[in-house]
């Protein structure tokens, strides 16, 4: 980020969410690159970040999206995706919400049960409309990453198993209502390892063939998403790598590739900006306690992930604390154990790869007013998203007391 970023924050507050959109392009370019000479296309998980302004300028470039709820289908359209760029998967959704994506007639259902296509082919007979699916497949493979965002073993709630996807396409392709046209997966999040998605891969191209054996045609192959980025010192999976294991494993296969990636998007464009309120010892330990906390960027609490924490043009000897939020938990933290020079009122803090999973898991715990949302582009800055009011947290009940 070459903007002076104190003067960011001087400008919009804190804590604030910085995106730099010339990243997420060229993180986007990237990918499509490796893709070259196949069909393909670049489904971003809009659940890393939702804002409209940044689905917008994924959409300007041409990528498609993954929705997992139907909010997610109506931001990905008023950003301007494309509706035959439109997936939405999801292990549980509502009639309303499958009604509205067939009448938005966007590119794929996602089927993540046996009940779920019954489901989708009644409210599509309702409807007098054939609904174009795909299944999600739970291929059994570890993805060798954190047990919480693991999710394409047969103990995770994702997909099913082989055996039943064939039945249910053997089902969808009789049903008048239902078009079974794509075939999903997704092994889990921050994957660092090629290896399980190769494996996996093989074991869903497998799955195609021996559909297409008994006529079934799939067109759109869907790999997930699921590329690790470095939070501090992984080695990640390369685009190139990434897309010529899949060109490998689908050899000879006339599918167009989809791929769903969120974090590898967005993660790395985005920084949470904080400000110092106040240092304090407790009994030899030292706190740094800044203005952002749990409810603006959760991974830390959540998950215990690491994000890299720097002090704002701060000078000084640096010794060991723990940078924590006002909220009344312990669980409340940023990181412990950093590396921090000696910090005064308002200094400022960069919680760095903070673009994915940071906004979009924000909530109004201890109610706490949203974080405001900036955009850098082309050396300009641009508000995205106002910051919350405590009128706009209390909308919803203040015309009910009594
Ligand atoms: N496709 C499907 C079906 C997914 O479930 C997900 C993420 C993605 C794509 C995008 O995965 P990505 O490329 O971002 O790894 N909150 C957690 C991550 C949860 C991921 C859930 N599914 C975190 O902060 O690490």
Do not use: W
Request: proline residues 2%; hydrophobic residues 40%; contains cysteine.
């Amino acid at each position: 980020m070459n903007n002076d970023m104190n003067a960011l924050a001087v400008k919009y507050g804190t804590p604030l969410y910085v995106y730099d959109f010339d990243y997420i392009e060229n993180r986007y370019t990237t990918l499509k690159d490796a893709f070259a000479g196949k069909k393909s296309m670049i489904n971003y998980a809009v659940k890393a970040n939702s804002n409209l302004s940044v689905i917008q300028h994924l959409a300007n470039m041409g990528a498609g999206a993954d929705c997992v709820s139907i909010g997610e289908v109506r931001r990905a359209m008023d950003a301007g995706v494309d509706k035959y760029k439109i997936i939405f998967s999801g292990v549980g959704k509502r009639d309303d919400e499958i009604r509205e994506a067939l009448e938005k007639d966007i590119l794929l259902i996602n089927l993540e049960s046996e009940a779920e296509m019954k489901r989708v082919e009644m409210v599509a007979k309702e409807l007098n409309k054939e609904a174009r699916i795909s299944i999600r497949v739970n291929p059994n493979i570890d993805p060798q990453t954190h047990p919480y965002i693991s999710t394409g073993l047969n103990e995770n709630k994702f997909g099913v198993e082989i055996a039943m996807a064939k039945r249910m396409y053997i089902y969808a392709n009789k049903s008048e209502f239902l078009n079974p046209v794509g075939i999903h997966f997704h092994i889990g999040s921050q994957l660092t390892k090629l290896d399980p998605i190769k494996e996996a891969c093989v074991i869903v191209a497998d799955l195609v063939r021996s559909l297409r054996a008994i006529k079934i045609d799939i067109k759109f192959f869907d790999v997930g998403g699921g590329i690790g980025v470095v939070y501090s010192d992984e080695v990640t999976i390369s685009a190139t790598d990434y897309a010529q294991a899949i060109f490998e494993a689908t050899k000879g296969l006339d599918v167009t590739l989809l791929c769903e990636p969120g974090r590898y998007m967005v993660a790395n464009a985005g920084a949470f900006f904080t400000s110092v309120l106040y240092e304090k010892v407790n009994d030899g330990k030292r706190f740094v306690i800044v203005d952002g906390a749990m409810n603006d960027l959760l991974r830390p609490s959540l998950y215990n992930a690491y994000h890299k924490i720097e002090a704002v043009n701060v000078e000084g000897e640096k010794t060991s604390a723990d940078v924590v939020g006002p909220v009344c938990e312990s669980g409340d933290f940023f990181g412990k154990g950093v590396q921090l020079p000696s910090l005064k009122h308002n200094d400022l803090l960069i919680i760095h790869s903070a673009g994915a999973y940071g906004f979009t898991m924000a909530s109004n715990y201890n109610t706490r007013a949203k974080a405001a949302e900036v955009a850098l582009e082309a050396g300009e800055d641009r508000l995205i998203r106002a910051r919350e009011t405590y009128e706009d947290q209390v909308r919803l009940e203040l015309a009910y007391l009594k």
